[in-house]
């Protein structure tokens, strides 16, 4: 929730806002935290790191534009790093310029032979992610986005 939490901000433009996992008819008022030019720019890293570029491509949808952040950590076992022990996440929001949801995934203790987040929580990311913003009636963006450029050319 931590994690969550601290995605709001990125998500909205640099506001706090409090957690809800209810549908509200009006939006939470929140506390600018971080100007909004300094999250646009975190938020286009953010989208190169959902990019076939990036660490997390496997988080992309077919539909809808996404930015995140991916993480693997060794586990901390008996007060000491395990060698082959991991948590792997990927945390993210989608659609990339108008975020609806935001997303945590973690993968404790990954088995088989990948263990990053971008490979084994990203996918995660992408499949429940896609339903959720369908199920919620948001529209694709990527459409959106692709009839805008073929418009410019």
């Not at 929140?30 to 491509?57: C, F, L, N």
């Not at 991916?70 to 989608?94: D, M, P, Q, V, W």
């Not at 935001?102 to 339903?131: K, L, Q």
């Amino acid at each position: 929730m931590q994690i969550a939490r601290a995605f709001t901000v990125l998500a909205s433009d640099g506001k706090r806002l409090p957690l809800n996992i209810l549908k509200q008819e009006t939006p939470p008022k929140g506390v600018q935290v971080i100007a909004p030019e300094v999250i646009a720019k975190i938020r286009t890293m953010m989208k190169d790191v959902v990019s076939t570029k990036g660490t997390a491509r496997r988080a992309q949808m077919e539909k809808y534009s996404a930015a995140g952040k991916t993480g693997t950590a060794h586990k901390l076992i008996n007060g000491r790093y395990a060698e082959k022990r991991y948590t792997s996440a990927f945390a993210g929001f989608a659609p990339a310029e108008d975020p609806r949801l935001i997303m945590v995934v973690v993968v404790d203790d990954p088995r088989g032979e990948h263990y990053y987040g971008g490979r084994v929580a990203a996918p995660v990311f992408s499949r429940v992610m896609a339903e959720s913003l369908r199920l919620l009636n948001v529209p694709p963006d990527k459409i959106e986005m692709a009839a805008r450029a073929a418009m410019k050319n």
